[in-house]
C-alpha cells in the first residue's frame, strides 16, 4: 500500500507504553507483519506506528485491518488449538536464547571491547530480542488486544459449561484458577529463593540475632559475622535477581532491598507455613483445575483452550521479565557505546539498532537528532523495508496528515470494565505508572495504572483495589490481583485519563463498576 494509501486509512492508538526507548520497539518493526504471517496468523498486521514522546511510546495499528486480525486469530486459535500450542513453545525456544546469550555476556568487561566487537555483541543481543519479541505477538498480545476476544470467549465457554451442568462454582474463582499457571514465574522463583534464605537465617544462631536486633545499615556492617556460607548464599540471590524490575530502563535492586525481605521474613511466625503454601501452590493449583474440568465435563478441545490461556498468563509474565534481563544487559553496552561516542544514555538509546555500527565505526551520528527523537517522533514500519522515522515538524505535519483517531473523553460519574477479581474497596486514586510513582501509594489507595507489570508489584500490595485502562482476565494486572485477593477491574480504558491522584472513588469488583465520589 502506498503512503497516500496509508493517509486515508484510520490509524488508532491501543496502549502507552511509558519508560521506553527505541532499542526495545524500534527492532521489532522491521519483520513485525512479516513474521506473524510467517507463523500463520495472516497478513493484517503489516503496517505498525509508533508515536514517541519523552520516553512514553504509543502503540498504533490501522483499525479495519487490526480488526480483522484479531478476529482472524481467534477463529484459528479457537478452531485449531494445536497451531496456538505450537506458538507458544516458539515463544519459549526464542526467549531462552535470548536470555542465554544476555547472560553470557552480563558480566563481560565491556571497556576492553574493540568498537567492532562492541557493535557485534549490541546486534546479536538486538537480533535475538527481535525473535523473542515477534515470537509472542500472536498469543501474549494480539489474541487479547484492544477487544479481550480470547477472555471473552473462554468467560462464555466457561458459563456455557455452568450452565448446562446445573452445579453452583463463583465464576470468577472458576476462570482464575483454570488460567493460572501451573509453574513458576521468576518473581515467583525470587520469592521461593527468599523464603529458604530467611529460613537458613532463622536457624543460624549468629545471622539470627542481627537480622532481628539490627536495622539495614546495621545489617549491612555486620554480614562479615555471618558465616561463608550463608553470606555466600545472600550475594548469588541478590546477583541473581538484581534486575528482576529493571523494566525496559531502569535501575537495579540494591542489596537492601533484599535485606528487608530477610529482615521481615525471618521476623515472621508463619515462615514455615509460607515455605509449605509455596512448595505445595502448584500442586494444589493442577489438582484444583483437573477437578473443575470433571466437574464440568470439559472435552478435550476445551481443556486445551484453557491450557493455552494457562501458558499464555504464564508466558507474558515470564516472557516479559527476560526482556527486562536482556534491557539490563543491553545497557551495559549502551553505556560503554556513550563513553566512546561522548553520549548520554539516553541519546545511545535512541540509535536505530541499524545505525550503531556506523556510529562507532565511522561516528555518523548526530546527536541533535536523538535528542529529537526522544523529544517527539514517529516511526512507521511496513514489515518489508527498515521503519522511516519522523522528527520535530515532520513529525507533526505526519500526524495532521494521517488519520489518527482522537479518543473522545466524556465527562463520567462512573467507568466500567471487566472484573479480574472480586471484591469492593472505596478510597483515594493514585495513578502508578512507573517505578518512580511507587512512593505515592499508601496501604488502601485505589491503584490506577495504563497496564501493570512486575515492578509494580510492591505498589500493588498496598493498594485497596486495582483498575487499569488496558487488559483482559488474563492480563498481568489479573493474575497479580488473584494472587493477592485484591479486588480488580481491567480494561476500563480511559480511567488514568479521567481520573488524577487524590480524587475519591468506590470500586465494586462484583459488578465491573468503578464509581466517582469525589474529583
Not at 219 to 240: D, G, P, T
Not at 376 to 389: A, E, Q, T
Amino acid at each position: 500500500m502506498s503512503e497516500s494509501g496509508l493517509k486515508k486509512k484510520k490509524w488508532f492508538k491501543i496502549e502507552d507504553i511509558p519508560k521506553v526507548n527505541y532499542f526495545m520497539l524500534v527492532p521489532i518493526f522491521k519483520k513485525y507483519g512479516s513474521f506473524i504471517a510467517k507463523q500463520g496468523g495472516s497478513n493484517y498486521f503489516k503496517h505498525i506506528l509508533w508515536t514517541f514522546e519523552k520516553g512514553t511510546a504509543g502503540l498504533c495499528y490501522l483499525r479495519e485491518d487490526f480488526n480483522k486480525g484479531i478476529n482472524f486469530l481467534l477463529e484459528k486459535v479457537t478452531n485449531n488449538p494445536p497451531w496456538a500450542e505450537r506458538l507458544n513453545k516458539e515463544i519459549i525456544k526464542y526467549a531462552k536464547e535470548y536470555f542465554a546469550y544476555a547472560k553470557l555476556i552480563e558480566n563481560k568487561d565491556f571497556s576492553k571491547s574493540s568498537r567492532l566487537e562492541l557493535a557485534k555483541d549490541f546486534e546479536k543481543l538486538i537480533a535475538l530480542q527481535l525473535n523473542s519479541h515477534n515470537s509472542g505477538q500472536i498469543t501474549t498480545w494480539l489474541i487479547d488486544a484492544g477487544r479481550q476476544l480470547f477472555s471473552n470467549y473462554l468467560d462464555y465457554l466457561l458459563k456455557d459449561k455452568i450452565k448446562i451442568s446445573g452445579k453452583k462454582i463463583n465464576l470468577v474463582q472458576a476462570f482464575s484458577l483454570l488460567t493460572t499457571p501451573e509453574k513458576p514465574s521468576f518473581v515467583e522463583l525470587e520469592s521461593g529463593g527468599s523464603l529458604n534464605i530467611a529460613l537458613s537465617i532463622k536457624n543460624n544462631k549468629v545471622a539470627r540475632e542481627i537480622f532481628l536486633k539490627n536495622n539495614i545499615s546495621e545489617i549491612k556492617n555486620k554480614l562479615n559475622k555471618i558465616e561463608h556460607s550463608l553470606r555466600k548464599k545472600m550475594q548469588a540471590h541478590y546477583k541473581k535477581y538484581l534486575w528482576l524490575y529493571y523494566n525496559y530502563e531502569g535501575s537495579v535492586l540494591e542489596l537492601d532491598y533484599f535485606l528487608e525481605i530477610w529482615r521481615l521474613l525471618t521476623k515472621d511466625k508463619n515462615l514455615k507455613k509460607l515455605i509449605k503454601e509455596s512448595e505445595r501452590k502448584f500442586y494444589l493449583i493442577k489438582n484444583q483445575r483437573a477437578e473443575i474440568f470433571k466437574k464440568f465435563n470439559f472435552n478435550e478441545k476445551e481443556r486445551k483452550l484453557f491450557n493455552i490461556a494457562r501458558d499464555i498468563v504464564w508466558l507474558k509474565s515470564w516472557r516479559k521479565d527476560i526482556m527486562y534481563f536482556g534491557s539490563y544487559v543491553l545497557d551495559k553496552i549502551a553505556k560503554e557505546i556513550g563513553k566512546r561516542l561522548g553520549l548520554s544514555l539516553n541519546q545511545v538509546r535512541f540509535f536505530c539498532d541499524w545505525e550503531v555500527r556506523g556510529a562507532l565505526l565511522k561516528n555518523k551520528f548526530s546527536p541533535n537528532e536523538l535528542n529529537e527523537r526522544y523529544k517527539f517522533s514517529i516511526v512507521y514500519g511496513d514489515s518489508v523495508n527498515l521503519p522511516k522515522i519522523y522528527t520535530g515538524k515532520k513529525a507533526k505535519k505526519f500526524l495532521k496528515e494521517w488519520q489518527l483517531e482522537k479518543q473522545k473523553i466524556k465527562k463520567v460519574n462512573e467507568l466500567t470494565g471487566a472484573v479480574a477479581y472480586p471484591g469492593k474497596a472505596k478510597g483515594i486514586v493514585k495513578i502508578v505508572e512507573t517505578i518512580d510513582d511507587i512512593h505515592k501509594m499508601k496501604k488502601g489507595d485505589i491503584l490506577l495504572s495504563e497496564t501493570t507489570y512486575p515492578a509494580l508489584v510492591p505498589a500493588m500490595k498496598l493498594a485497596g483495589a486495582i483498575v487499569t485502562n488496558v487488559g483482559g482476565l488474563t492480563c498481568h494486572a489479573a493474575i497479580v490481583s488473584r494472587e493477592l485477593k485484591i479486588p480488580c477491574i481491567v480494561g476500563t480504558k480511559i480511567a488514568t485519563k479521567i481520573l488524577k491522584d487524590g480524587d475519591l472513588v468506590e470500586v465494586d469488583a462484583e459488578k465491573g463498576i468503578v464509581k466517582i465520589l469525589k474529583q
